[in-house]
């Protein structure tokens, strides 16, 4: 198999205006840049994306990895490593797995098209969706359905550490986070910063069941899941399909129902279903009822707004989309649209890139206390991989304010060095996507602003 030798180097706007941003940035109105830059573009065959996956694979240290790329009809899904420790199996095509918080980008993909049929628009404040006799808090404006979607409500990211031994995705439920809605005092002005919040975005599930006047879970299924035939994503897993969940190192507490995150983090799926999903964001699904592609535009630029936290797991954003990330100018050859999550043993990514019209997803569970490969960010190496797909170098590394230019070993497969073993206790940290611990170093992502 021809390998790929640089992969083993891990290195308040009106709403007028807004739309406009959108429009002018939509994932499929790049034709003009597509004619510009797809002389710089050499496509390879997806198998060789199996190079990417056992390089994630080795330098994560995790217990098992799933990696899907889709271009136009080509599909390539791939296992590494185990199912659960000593299982001696690779996951499959049918594995279950946690999306986390690229559940986002469903209830994003929904809000397009209930902002596309005249259900609700991208300003209306979220106090129009509440239930009868709920108080939202305000600072100098209302909080809106855009603010929520860009993580720009001022809201926190959690309502607070759910219960002892509360099972993961299942807190807050509906009742909870209505009830502590009014007690919220937000951070800033809806609109003027970026702080990531998970709360906000089950706030925002909210809102669109009750503006379609039907249950959320309801209405994903039939707007999204049903029409792509995603039938293993869910948020009521079977007993069949919970035995069929990824494990990492470490016990990440019951399979179970996740509807009180409907909006968040709950989403249970597969890699078949992902190379459904991937293949709809990229325009190769046929016949896509209702879909939007609004949904994956640039809503807010980082300069316009004082602040950003918690969003550059992936690198720092050139702009701020619904519940997306964009890496890079939009008519850059190297342009990538990214989702991040993590949480319940899970770290998962999404990235597209709108050049090649090629898109990745890929899975992976916690390993053993220890590190990943020194220098290995497991983000960049994702973007780098789907990069080199298209024949394109590296994304540039970032520089930092008041650093320098982040290092990166240079040869971390050759050199497999691991850093001595760290106590459970000790790595113990807050989720990038979740606000619930992590378990092992070698899970967390990139270039966190936290």
Avoid at 50 to 75: F, H, I, K, P
Avoid at 109 to 123: H, I, N
């Amino acid at each position: 198999m021809h390998r790929i030798p640089w992969l083993r180097k891990p290195q308040r706007l009106t709403l007028k205006k807004m739309r406009f941003l959108a429009a002018s940035l939509l994932f499929f109105g790049l034709s003009s840049g597509l004619a510009q830059t797809a002389p710089q573009i050499t496509l390879h065959n997806l198998n060789e994306a199996e190079t990417l996956g056992e390089e994630l694979y080795s330098n994560s240290g995790a217990t098992g990895l799933v990696l899907v790329v889709v271009r136009g009809d080509q599909v390539f899904i791939h296992g590494y490593g185990e199912t659960a420790p000593g299982s001696h199996i690779a996951p499959s095509e049918d594995s279950e797995i946690r999306l986390c918080s690229l559940t986002k980008i469903f209830t994003t993909d929904l809000l397009a098209k209930l902002v596309a049929d005249g259900t609700v628009r991208l300003d209306d404040p979220l106090r129009r969706y509440a239930p009868q006799g709920a108080v939202v808090p305000e600072k100098d404006a209302p909080i809106t359905l855009l603010d929520l979607a860009t993580h720009t409500s001022g809201l926190d990211r959690e309502i607070g550490t759910p219960p002892r031994h509360t099972p993961y995705f299942t807190y807050p439920d509906y009742a909870t986070r209505w009830q502590w809605l009014p007690t919220a005092e937000l951070k800033f002005a809806p609109g003027t910063q970026a702080l990531y919040s998970n709360v906000g975005f089950d706030l925002l599930s909210d809102a669109l069941a009750n503006a379609a006047h039907t249950p959320y879970p309801t209405l994903l299924w039939s707007r999204t899941l049903s029409p792509l035939h995603m039938w293993g994503t869910t948020f009521y897993p079977t007993s069949a399909q919970c035995a069929r969940l990824l494990r990492g190192a470490h016990d990440e507490g019951p399979c179970t129902v996740t509807e009180n995150t409907q909006g968040s983090s709950g989403l249970y799926s597969t890699p078949q279903d992902m190379a459904k999903w991937l293949r709809y964001l990229v325009g190769s699904v046929a016949t896509a009822p209702g879909k939007d592609d609004s949904a994956l535009g640039v809503y807010l630029l980082p300069s316009s707004l004082k602040s950003i936290s918690g969003l550059s797991h992936a690198g720092r954003p050139s702009g701020i989309g619904l519940g997306w990330m964009h890496l890079g100018a939009s008519d850059n050859v190297s342009h990538i649209i990214e989702k991040t999550g993590g949480g319940g043993g899970f770290l998962t990514y999404i990235a597209i890139h709108p050049a090649s019209r090629t898109a990745l997803f890929v899975a992976v569970t916690d390993g053993p206390p220890h590190p990943a490969v020194p220098g290995f960010r497991f983000f960049r190496a994702s973007n780098n991989g789907l990069l080199a797909l298209a024949g394109l170098p590296p994304l540039p590394v970032a520089q930092r304010r008041g650093a320098g230019i982040r290092r990166v070993a240079a040869n971390p497969v050759a050199r497999r060095r691991r850093a001595p073993a760290t106590s459970r206790s000790q790595s113990r940290g807050k989720s990038t996507q979740t606000g619930r611990p992590v378990k092992s170093p070698s899970m967390t992502g990139d270039d966190s602003s936290q």
